[in-house]
């Protein structure tokens, strides 16, 4: 409130002072009479003072009236029915002046009086819905008809129920008590809403509202002027009527002037912002005559000098990229009148840079619906183009390499097989992975590996034919379609051609790297009818090289195809198999050869299809490495056999060391230690009852690494063994370093230690070294007696297989320890000399 009574005294206070130093002077000045001996002139001039504020209120009625016709302002209905029955009353006051012609009744200053003081109760009442935004939906009809209705009420009131009114007016006398307190309150009244109008100005109507509370202010000071004349000719009478005058004036210039300005003003603000938007927009406007020649077009666009088009049609300018043909049909658009769109064409801009423009133009009709010409845009599309065209590019090609991805190959093989009717048609599909190149990428970066991507892209381009399409789809596997194909041998030149080319250096990091590629190629029909089944026959190809030792390629065969498919469902269950509880965990007792007793089992995976029953855990083992599914295979296996572990102890059954088989890969692609950690907490077995058996390959692969991690699980008491020991690369100085506790002797070796001399001489040898190490020894796939008795002879220490017991369920385990009587396997007869 305050903020808006200083905003409202800085801009309105010229205004309103100088009526307050007018007032003062009138107050101060003795009562005198106007026009006392010419009644008529009093007469005349009171009627053209009225006559002015019953037009100002006529000029607000027309204004609001076809403002409420559009809604755009919402006291406009207010301001219609109120100032109707104003200028109405005020006429009727005017005609009842005392001196005036007789109308209907009598003429007076009582009448007088009272179609005053309605007037202006009205005016007070007006405002103040004003002030209050009432907001009544009504037609303009409902309130001309409510104005026509209070100004009947009003006129029968004044004319034939003056009895009703109390007395306002006595000659000689003058105002009475009631009139003066009457224009009191007229006066308080006028000064709140005032007030009222100055707290509730907002910035959307500020002016508006300020000047209707200037309108106010005045007709207040008006209001204590009239109640204290004493005849109607006073001078205070005729100066009450001024303050009237000017209180209408801001009405006036509030509403009607207000009203007549506010279109023009829109209107300019409108033609400035779209001027400057013109100027500003990265589109140009223009407009057209009726003959289809430029009259007005935007400043300058893109560096096109846009003025030079005027007084010339599109086709009249030096215009590139349109056909006469296309000329001729824009032509035939503009003469039928009818809207176009991107209506393409360039401009030369400056020597040698053209640019592409795009217009989109409207037909023009006067009132009568005459065709007056043209008004559109231009747009320039060159950067558009330019974007469209690379996100093309990029939808149809690898970013890396710029080869054609699989979308475009997929179609380039449709449009071959659409052109390929003839049966002889044939055509090979070659699919290339690099050899090794993962740890090309893992040991120079990514960079590099990039760069490497980027030249066997280029030589493999360079060694294709110009039919051929070579294809980058993702990673380091790239495609070659050879189309026309007359031979497989084609197919076996380029083959080789491309692997040559392959093995030539490239300077990589500063390192000058070799690289080379395993393929696969599948013939089209021969090998199928689309693309998606040669790419899987020719990635069975591809897989078929690899196994073959890589640096070489491979035609697809049926063999190759069930072996494949045979891999790619083993691969696919085992997915599914965990969350299915398809896998189980058989155990196999270990047996202390001196005293017979069971010291031990150890954890054999085994996986339950439920449509191929029981597979081998020789399938699927390698497939299960090979796609990385052995790490969370191999974190369940350890859970779920330390939790059996911990489940016999409870049961009463003694403490048996838990043999579980780790996967090289568990170190490549898992955390092991951390596993066997969260197994043994979550289970609460002892590591002391724990051992992990290892193959030899998992101590040569990142020795440092797999060091660090045994240590420690060492120190926690965890026991560790050598798996299959003596078929891989055996080193007697990682058996030193990792701190290994027992040595298992393969099978491979026990199965013909009574039969064959040699595997006899390999397991004396194992033990003797054991044992000279410090380390225990178990053997096994014992079957037979014979077996047992040479095994004691040499000293084995421990030894399963099924001459002992075969691998079981745990619940069979537990039947089985329960029943088991140690008896020693190793008698004076056998033991060793």
């Known amino acids: 409130m305050l903020a808006n009574l200083k905003t409202y005294w800085r801009c309105d206070a010229r205004y309103f002072l100088p009526a307050v130093l007018v007032f003062m002077v009138a107050m101060a000045l003795p009562p005198f009479p106007l026009f006392e001996d010419r009644a008529s002139s009093m007469l005349q001039l009171h009627l053209v003072l009225e006559l002015f504020a019953v037009i100002v209120a006529i000029l607000i009625v027309v204004v609001s009236w076809h403002d409420l016709k559009h809604q755009s302002r919402p006291e406009s209905g207010v301001l219609l029915a109120g100032f109707t029955v104003v200028a109405f009353v005020d006429l009727v006051h005017a005609l009842t002046y005392d001196g005036m012609p007789r109308l209907i009744t009598d003429s007076s200053t009582p009448r007088a009086i009272f179609f005053w003081l309605a007037g202006r109760t009205l005016v007070l009442l007006t405002l103040l819905l004003v002030a209050l935004r009432l ?28 009895d009703w009114v109390p007395t306002t007016f006595v000659t000689g006398s003058g105002v009475t008590t009631f009139k003066r307190n009457y224009e009191y309150g007229l006066f308080v009244g006028y000064g709140v809403l005032a007030l009222l109008f100055v707290y509730r100005a907002g910035a959307d109507n500020r002016p508006r509202f300020f000047a209707f509370a200037s309108s106010c202010l005045v007709m207040a ?3 204590i002027v009239f109640s204290n004349y004493k005849a109607p000719s006073d001078f205070l009478n005729i100066f009450g009527h001024v303050f009237k005058i000017v209180s209408y004036a801001f009405l006036y210039q509030n509403v009607f002037v207000l009203a007549i300005r506010q279109p023009y003003e829109a209107l300019r603000k409108s033609e400035g912002r779209f001027r400057a938007l013109t100027e500003l927009s990265v589109d140009g406007y223009w407009e057209q005559n009726r003959n289809f020649r430029f009259i007005k077009v935007s400043q300058s666009f893109n560096g096109i000098e846009m003025q030079a088009m005027l007084g010339r049609a599109r086709w009249e300018l030096p ?92 179609e380039q093989f449709a449009q071959l097989t659409a052109q390929s009717q003839h049966p002889d048609a044939r055509a090979a599909l070659l699919l290339l992975d690099l050899d090794n190149f993962k740890g090309i990428n893992d040991i120079l970066g990514h960079a590099s590996g990039d760069a490497l ?51 030539e250096p490239v300077m ?49 065969d049926v063999a190759m195809n069930l072996e494949a498919f045979e891999h790619l469902s083993l691969r696919n269950g085992l997915h599914r198999a965990l969350e299915r509880d398809e896998l189980t965990l058989h155990y196999q007792p270990q047996f202390d050869l001196s005293s017979g007793a069971v010291i031990g089992v150890e954890a054999l995976l085994r996986w339950r299809h439920p449509e191929r029953g029981l597979i081998s855990p020789a399938r699927f083992i390698p497939v299960a490495e090979e796609s990385g599914l052995i790490v969370p295979i191999g974190v369940w296996v350890l859970r779920e056999a330390c939790r059996q572990a911990v489940t016999w102890q409870r049961e009463g059954l003694p403490g048996l060391t ?10 490549k692609r898992g955390d092991v230690e951390q596993s066997v950690l969260r197994a043994l907490e979550e289970s609460g077995l002892s ?129 089985f320890l329960r029943r088991a009587v140690a008896q020693p396997a190793c008698t004076p007869l056998n033991q060793p000399a």
């Open 135 to 162: 907001r009544l939906q009504l037609s303009r009809y409902v309130w001309l008809g409510i104005a026509a209705l209070a100004s009947a009420a009003l006129f029968w009131l004044g004319t034939w129920g003056m």
């Open 221 to 223: 000071m008006g209001e």
């Open 319 to 410: 215009v590139l990229g349109v056909s006469a043909e296309q000329w001729q049909a824009h032509r035939a658009q503009l003469e039928r009148h009818e809207p176009f769109r991107d209506f393409v064409y360039q401009v030369e801009v400056a020597p040698g840079r053209v640019r592409t423009l795009a217009a989109n133009g409207s037909p023009l009709f006067d009132e009568d619906g005459e065709f007056i010409g043209y008004q559109g845009v231009g747009r320039d599309i060159t950067e558009q183009l330019a974007a469209e065209k690379r996100i093309e590019f990029l939808a149809y090609h690898d970013t890396l390499t710029g080869l054609p991805n699989h979308r475009l190959l997929q």
């Open 453 to 503: 991507l980027r030249e066997v892209a280029r030589r493999l381009r360079v060694k294709a034919r110009d039919v051929d399409v070579v294809s980058r789809q993702g990673g380091d596997e790239f495609y070659v379609l050879m189309p026309g194909l007359r031979h497989t041998d084609d197919v076996a030149l380029l083959a080789s051609a491309l692997m040559e080319s392959l093995q």
């Open 508 to 556: 990589l990091g500063g390192q000058e790297i070799v690289t080379s590629a395993s393929m696969g190629v599948a013939i089209y029909p021969d090998d199928g009818g689309d693309l998606e089944t040669l790419r899987k026959k020719a990635d069975v190809a591809m897989y078929q090289a690899k196994q073959a030792g890589r640096n070489t390629y491979r035609f697809f």
């Open 658 to 667: 838990m043999a579980v088989n780790l996967s090289a890969v568990q170190f």
């Open 687 to 815: 590591p002391q009852l724990l051992e992990l058996e290892l193959t030899e390959s998992i101590l040569i692969q990142n020795a440092e690494g797999v060091l660090a991690s045994l240590k420690r699980l060492k120190q926690m008491g965890v026991k560790l063994s050598i798996d299959d020991f003596g078929t891989g690369y055996s080193s007697l100085s990682y058996l030193k370093r990792f701190d290994i506790d027992k040595l298992k002797i393969d099978q491979s070796f026990v199965r013909d230690l009574d039969k064959d001399e040699d595997d006899a001489a390999i397991v004396r040898a194992v033990i003797q070294m054991a044992h000279s190490l410090s380390l225990k020894t178990i053997a096994e796939g014992v079957e037979t007696e014979e077996m047992v008795a040479s095994l004691c002879r040499y000293g084995c220490d421990e030894a399963q297989g099924y001459h002992f017991a075969r691998p079981m369920p745990a619940s069979e385990v537990t039947e």
